[in-house]
């Protein structure tokens, strides 16, 4: 099955299906990354709770919120331009990709030196290698 192919203006033109999938898939990686920059923007005390932060000063909150809620907007404002602007789609893609993969590094390695996760390490760690699997195949066919 051919994936990409030439135009008449010289552009490379990927088929229909991986333009389908790499809308879904950026549109999926935006709608994680949003959820998290609202949720942990609006209530940082009780997500950091659940997953176990003990929050004690407003120095600590800032950094939590930043890094939670800052840091997921930014990324998130990068991925809703590689759905809007065809130039941002593959490096929305690699971020994409190095992100989830940087995420379930670190918790691997938490895992391998400090003993088990619970259900939600586990649930992350699955979603990381999806989206590090699909998105790097789609990085081959761009």
Not at 16 to 43: K, S
Not at 127 to 139: D, P, Q
Request: hydrophobic fraction near 50%; charged fraction near 10%.
């Amino acid at each position: 099955m051919q994936t990409s192919t030439i135009s008449t203006t010289g552009r490379l033109e990927t088929s229909p299906l991986i333009r389908l999938v790499t809308q879904i898939f950026l549109f999926m990686n935006l709608a994680v990354y949003l959820g998290f920059t609202v949720a942990f923007f609006l209530y940082p005390i009780p997500l950091a709770e659940m997953i176990g932060f003990s929050i004690h000063s407003s120095a600590a909150l800032a950094d939590f919120r930043a890094m939670y809620s800052g840091l997921c907007f930014g990324v998130g404002f990068l991925i809703f331009y590689g759905l809007t602007r065809p130039d941002f789609k593959s490096p929305a893609i690699l971020l994409s990709v190095t992100s989830a993969g940087g995420l379930f590094i670190a918790r691997l390695y938490t895992l391998l030196l400090n003993g088990p996760g619970n259900e939600y390490i586990y649930l992350s760690m699955i979603t990381e290698i999806g989206s590090v699997c699909i998105g790097a195949w789609l990085l081959k066919r761009q």
